[in-house]
Structures are given as structure tokens and as C-alpha cells.
């Protein structure tokens, strides 16, 4: 793929939204000049009609502008209409969602009585994936396609007449065999699923679509999103986009990996309405969906032109080459840096904040496992700690804060030291280049402070890559936020695109009212959700909907309070089979609802136990864990 393709993809010269045609739900349109609308899906049985209409409302007053609902059979989707009926009566008019999984019937009777449908291209037309291997023929495949088409144009002309709207949602869990065989789970597999349906409502002039990649890992869904947008855009559409990581799990987990997903595309323009899926009641993502569109809503910088070969493909991921220094780039895990530097003097407590402790038997420091791999202290002076020698203390000898002139005064006196080096994008010019050309020993922190810092740096780096620099680089991101949940938020939404694509060794993160322990946290936070660097237990859990039939919040809670300490493990906790075994196909073991209070529990993607009561699951899943020996107990110390 040429290279300009690219820089369609990753914009480095300021925010602008990616062009697209505006779509009509119920009203209130979104795409095109529209802002990015947020929604959220309920999570009662839908025949419930009074509880989902509670629900709906909670949502609505939260700041939705959608609520999706979903309907598995014909009988959830007649609900609907008595939904919107009962929603309309207090007062409330918004353009309600169907969720189809499966069952064309109920596609069709939901769409007289909702504003938008959403389905699943993977299972709206075959039947659950039993990922056979079977090697289809170019016939073959074609004369799926034909078979396709004539199960779904029902449904497109019913849309039509009734003027409602349609996402073709794709669920990386949940591919059809027919892709699954030729193209693999991949992003282009997933990406080529939405294409085929796509072509369809073309063919049959109907372009009331909205369409979106969904995946557990934000890798995937990113890599899978942008090659859907390359591939629209060679074939003359300009669908909207939704957004969503899904199953991303809950607390600040689940919105930090939301962060990254949805924000890395956010910072390429991509994206006209996002759904923050959270395993946590449905009103409680409006807010977070809301945080990340306003900061790329705030954005008034105007864009320069700048003509600089973007040096990455945006489709697959590919870690920029660096040299090591002090362990920091190569191959080396990226690091996380804290950043003390306000701090007027470092004393103990300090140091254990950001994840050190020091053990007299042994007379040093010790490293806990969300421990800073450095410590940035400048000029503030150590005060009474024991044996500083034993902490990987980044202080005044060797450390340049902004300037050329500073940074070429230090390698002057200290050539051959390490030098961590401050500087901000807008600093990487030909002199800088030229200087860094020559260097070995410099360990660059790049230091941004909102929005338009993501441009200019993804330029500087690009510089460097072009006139092949191959010193590490961290990324530095100071914020003055209101409080943790909008500092962890953007914090994570401005950096995860650096690390998605490889470009950077590490992260140092500080804010104003923003303790060093929950700096250091985020930072950590953010290198997992964006898939490089494993520190704690994840949790791949869905927020559950009416096809959930245990308390999934409760369930989750259970899990995590049994399971938290194991380090490393990926554990999926889903509402139900629907995607549920293939989003957390990468999960080590698996916690999936089969029906009223019954759970298969899973090892990987093999079924261990089927239909066991959900009262014992936990301490089933437990002793699976046990008897393979991922098991550890739980430091108590």
C-alpha cells in the first residue's frame, strides 16, 4: 500500500472531522455536520416495559441521545412499539435502537416500530459460526453472497418505507464462517464483513447506514475501523461511523481502554456517534462518552500544512525501531515514568507512592508490580531515604529540561552518561535532528499538554523515523483536569494512539490536584489497554442487556474480588453466547451465561462446564484455574 494512503489515515497537521453524509434517526440526524452523538443500551429484560422505559429514561437524562434495545425474538420486538408509546406519553421522544442477533423476523417486525436497526453482518444472515475449516471456491463464495442479498434486502426495503435507519455493526466475536475461512479473524476480516453488506445497500439505493467495527482488544477494533474507512473511501462511501470498545469491563479499567480505543480514531477525525460499553448501569457511560467528545469538541487550533511522509501503516502494528538506552526502547516492555518534579523535596513517602518499598532485611528499594521503572526528580532534593542508590532516580546530572542550548551544555560535560531529555515537539528541528543523528545515550521525553501536542508530536517522531533517529522516546502529558475520572480519561484518550501504533517507549503522566500514585496508576492503565504491556489481571466483560439473565454487575464484582491478583491472566465474564465466546477468544478462561442462572465456563475457547448453577460458578471457575496451575495465592503482605 503507497505510503500517501497512510496519510490519509493519521493526520499530523490538527483535528478535523472525517467528511461523511448525515443519516436521519427519528429525527435527530447524526454524521455530517452534526456533533458525535453518545448513546447507551438498556440492560432489562425488553418485555419488561416498565422497567426498560425506567431505564430508558435514566439514560436520556444522563445525556443520551439514542437508546438501543434488544430484541431477540418477534415478541421483544413488538415490545418496542409499547416502549415507545409508554416513553412518549411522559414526555420523552427519543429515537430508540434495535438490537438484532440472528433473527431476520425480528428485524423485520422491529422495524415499524423503531428509528434505527442494528445488526450483526456476522450472524444476520448464517447461521452461529461453528469455525469449521472449509476452503470456499470464488464461485462458492459468490453464491453465498447471492444468498446473503436475498435475506437481507427484506429488510432493507422495509427500512425504506418506513424511513429508519440501519447500523451494520460487526463484532470481531462474532465473524461468519464464510469470512472466518478466507480471511481469518483479522481486522480485515472484519472490515471486508461490513464492506459486503455495505455493497448491498448501495446496490439497492439505500444509504441510511451507519456502520462500526467492535472488538475486545482496541488493537483490533482501531486497525479494523481504519481499513473499513480506506475501503469505503475507494469505493465512493462515506458512511458514518460508530465507535465502541466492546466488552471493554468496568471502573476505571473499562474507561481508560474505552479512552484509547475510541480516542486514538477521535484524534483522526473518525467517528460520528460512540457508546462507551461498560459493565456497569447503562446511565453511567453517557458521562464518560461525553468527557471524550469534549475534548476534541474544544478543539479551535486551525490546521497547518505540513508535508511530512508518514513513515507507519496504520493497518497493522509495527513498533518503531529504537536503540536501548538504560532498558528503555528496543524490545524492552514501553516504561512508565514518575514525575516528581513539583514535589520541593522527595522523601519516603513519595517514593512509595509511585509503587517502591524498601525492605530493611534486604537494605534496598524494592519494585512493586505497578511500580514507575524511573523516577523523575530534577533538582528536588532526597531527603533522609534510605539508600537512594538502589532507585532508578532520574535527577539533576541526568536530566535537560527545555532548550538546545541546555541539552548541548550537559552533553558537553556528560557524554557519556544517559541523558533524559524534556523537550517539546515544536523543539525537533534541523538542529535538533542533526544533534540527535549523532547521539546514543539520549533517552527523548516529548512533552504535550492537550489536543493540538498530539500533532505535533506524531511530527517530530515522524522527522525523526524519516532521517532514521532511532533513540527512544516517551511521551509526556501534563493536564490540568477537574478531577481523577477526567484526568485518567484524557489522559488516555490524547496517548493511546502512540502506543497503538508503536511510535513510543514509555509514558510520564502528571496533573494538576493529581497525586503521583494515581499518575503512575494511569500510566500503567493505558500501556495495557492499548495492548503493550501486561501488569495486572484483565477483565474482557460485556455491560450485559435483556439477553442477560444473571446480574452481571454483582457477577463481575465476584470475579475480580476471587481473581484480581492474578497477574497476567485475561479473564472473560459475558451476559450471554452471543458474542460472548468469541470476544474473549483470547481470554485464558471464560464465564459466559447459557440461561436462567446457568454459566459454561470456558478454557480459552474450549467449553470446560456446561449449564452449572450460577450460585457455584465462581468457585467452579476458581478451581478450573486451580487445576490448571494458573493459580497463585493472593500476597497477604
Not at 493519521?10 to 455536520?33: D, E, S
Not at 455495505?198 to 482496541?218: G, N
Request: proline share 4%.
Amino acid at each position: 500500500m503507497e505510503p500517501h494512503v497512510f496519510s490519509q489515515i493519521i493526520k499530523i497537521n490538527g483535528y478535523n472531522r472525517r467528511i461523511t453524509q448525515p443519516v436521519n434517526v427519528g429525527g435527530l440526524a447524526l454524521g455530517g455536520q452534526n456533533p458525535i452523538r453518545l448513546q447507551s443500551m438498556t440492560t432489562t429484560n425488553t418485555n419488561d416495559i416498565e422497567a426498560t422505559v425506567e431505564q430508558a429514561i435514566r439514560i436520556i437524562n444522563a445525556g443520551g441521545h439514542y437508546v438501543r434495545i434488544t430484541a431477540q425474538g418477534v415478541r421483544e420486538a413488538e415490545s418496542l412499539g409499547e416502549i415507545r408509546k409508554l416513553l412518549q406519553h411522559k414526555g420523552f421522544n427519543i429515537p430508540l435502537i434495535a438490537d438484532i442477533h440472528f433473527n431476520p423476523q425480528a428485524a423485520l417486525a422491529a422495524a415499524t416500530k423503531v428509528s434505527k436497526i442494528r445488526i450483526n453482518p456476522g450472524n444476520y444472515a448464517d447461521p452461529r459460526a461453528n469455525f469449521s475449516e472449509k476452503l470456499f471456491t470464488n464461485q462458492e463464495y459468490e453464491a453465498e453472497l447471492v444468498r446473503v442479498e436475498e435475506r437481507f434486502v427484506p429488510l432493507i426495503e422495509t427500512c425504506k418505507q418506513n424511513a429508519v435507519a440501519m447500523r451494520i455493526g460487526v463484532n470481531h466475536g462474532s465473524l461468519s464462517d464464510r469470512i472466518m475461512n478466507r480471511y481469518g479473524d483479522t481486522p480485515m476480516g472484519m472490515a471486508l464483513s461490513a464492506m459486503e453488506f455495505l455493497r448491498i445497500c448501495k446496490k439497492h439505493s439505500y444509504l441510511s447506514v451507519v456502520v462500526s467495527m467492535k472488538s475486545s482488544s482496541t488493537r483490533v477494533m482501531v486497525q479494523a475501523t481504519r481499513l473499513l474507512v480506506k475501503l469505503m473511501d475507494d469505493e465512493g462511501m462515506n458512511f458514518p461511523v460508530h465507535l465502541g470498545v466492546t466488552e471493554a469491563g468496568e471502573g476505571e479499567d473499562g474507561r481508560i481502554k474505552s479512552a484509547v480505543g475510541i480516542g486514538t480514531l477521535l484524534v483522526d477525525g473518525i467517528g460520528d456517534t460512540i457508546r462507551v460499553s461498560l459493565t456497569e448501569e447503562p446511565e453511567f457511560e453517557i458521562p464518560v462518552a461525553n468527557q471524550l467528545v469534549d475534548i476534541f469538541s474544544q478543539s479551535n487550533a486551525t490546521p497547518v500544512a505540513r508535508s511530512i511522509e508518514v513513515p507507519i501503516n496504520p493497518f497493522t502494528y509495527n513498533r518503531r525501531k529504537t536503540i536501548p538506552v538504560l532498558e528503555v526502547g528496543q524490545s524492552a516492555a514501553p516504561v512508565v515514568i514518575a514525575n516528581l518534579m513539583t514535589e520541593s523535596e522527595i522523601t519516603s513517602k513519595a517514593i512509595e507512592n509511585v509503587g517502591w518499598r524498601y525492605s530493611e532485611s534486604k537494605n534496598q528499594w524494592g519494585k512493586l508490580d505497578l511500580g514507575a521503572d524511573f523516577i523523575l526528580v530534577g533538582n528536588a532534593p532526597l531527603n533522609h531515604i534510605k539508600n537512594p542508590e538502589t532507585l532508578p532516580i532520574i535527577g539533576n546530572s541526568a536530566f535537560c529540561k527545555y532548550g538546545m542550548a541546555n541539552l548541548t551544555s550537559l552533553y558537553t560535560s556528560n557524554q557519556t552518561e544517559p541523558v533524559f531529555t524534556l523537550l517539546k515537539p515544536e523543539e525537533i528541528d534541523e538542529k535538533a535532528l542533526n544533534f540527535f543523528a549523532k547521539s546514543n545515550n539520549c533517552i527523548l521525553l516529548l512533552s504535550i499538554e492537550k489536543l493540538e501536542g498530539v500533532f505535533n508530536a506524531r511530527r517530530a517522531i515522524f522527522q525523526m523515523m524519516n532521517a532514521g533517529i532511532t533513540l527512544p522516546v516517551v511521551i509526556t502529558l501534563s493536564l490540568s483536569a477537574a478531577n481523577v475520572e477526567e484526568f485518567q480519561l484524557n489522559s488516555a484518550a490524547l496517548t493511546g494512539t502512540f502506543f497503538i501504533d508503536g511510535l513510543c517507549d514509555g509514558i510520564m503522566l502528571s496533573g494538576n490536584n493529581i497525586n503521583s500514585a494515581t499518575a503512575t496508576s494511569t500510566g500503567f492503565a493505558i500501556l495495557q489497554a492499548a495492548g503493550v504491556r501486561v501488569t495486572k489481571t484483565e477483565f474482557i466483560s460485556c455491560p450485559g442487556c435483556g439477553r442477560t439473565l444473571f446480574n452481571l454487575n454483582d457477577t463481575l464484582r465476584k470475579v475480580k474480588e476471587q481473581t484480581a491478583h492474578l497477574k497476567g491472566l485475561k479473564i472473560g465474564v459475558m451476559g450471554c453466547i452471543v458474542n460472548g465466546p468469541g470476544e474473549m477468544a483470547d481470554a485464558h478462561y471464560g464465564y459466559v451465561g447459557a440461561g436462567a442462572g446457568k454459566i459454561t465456563l470456558y478454557k480459552g475457547k474450549e467449553v470446560v462446564k456446561k449449564h452449572i448453577p450460577e450460585s457455584s460458578a465462581v468457585d467452579e471457575l476458581i478451581a478450573i484455574i486451580k487445576a490448571n496451575g494458573d493459580w497463585i495465592d493472593r500476597d497477604v503482605n
